[in-house]
């Protein structure tokens, strides 16, 4: 049973009286958690797209790291190495990208199914986790081979230029892979 009643500020407001049914405190968090997770999984597939084949497209991140490998004063030679070190990682990267994505879709199929499976939302993350460690670790790789085939004082250059960019896209935005 509703009950209305007028505030002291005449505003009229609806309150359950203890006899009808309240939504619980539990089910209401449990509602919000479904769009909370599909949103986080919105977002990191966004950021682990810029990895890969995604919105950026490859053509976007070769023309960044042109632009980082410029202003760092690096020789046409240095470029033409670095940009072989990332294409070779591209076909170890690609399949990773692919298994991640589809990763994120099984975990919301199953974030959004009728009756939630945790044991195998659980198997799924770690298994998602796993891939972004391999790619991570590709990644890496092919930051340090990157680096060492610039001098110290234009690797301290594309670090500026990388950091100017993350703090214009936000702390934890943009892609900085050179690939």
Do not use: C, Y
Not at 79 to 90: C, G, M, P, Y
Not at 135 to 159: E, K
Request: no cysteine; hydrophobic share 35%.
């Amino acid at each position: 049973m509703e009950t209305d009643i007028t505030t002291s500020d005449s505003t009229p407001r609806t309150t359950f009286s203890p006899s009808s049914p309240r939504p619980s405190r539990r089910r209401w968090l449990g509602l919000l958690a479904i769009p909370v997770a599909l949103g986080a999984l919105a977002f990191g597939a966004t950021r682990a797209e810029a990895f890969g084949d995604g919105a950026m497209g490859p053509g976007l991140r070769k023309q960044h790291m042109e632009k980082l490998l410029t202003a760092a004063g690096a020789t046409d030679a240095q470029k033409a190495q670095i940009a072989t070190i990332w294409q070779n990682l591209r076909p170890q990267l690609r399949p990773l990208h692919k298994q991640h994505a589809d990763l994120r879709r099984q975990i919301g199929q199953a974030i959004a199914a009728p009756s939630i499976d945790q044991a195998k939302i659980e198997q799924l993350r770690k298994q998602s986790v796993q891939t972004m460690d391999q790619i991570s670790t590709l990644i890496t790789q092919g930051f340090v081979q990157s680096a060492q085939v610039l001098t110290p004082a234009q690797r301290q250059t594309v670090l500026q230029q990388m950091e100017q960019h993350r703090h214009h896209m936000g702390e934890g935005g943009g892609a900085d892979a050179g690939e």
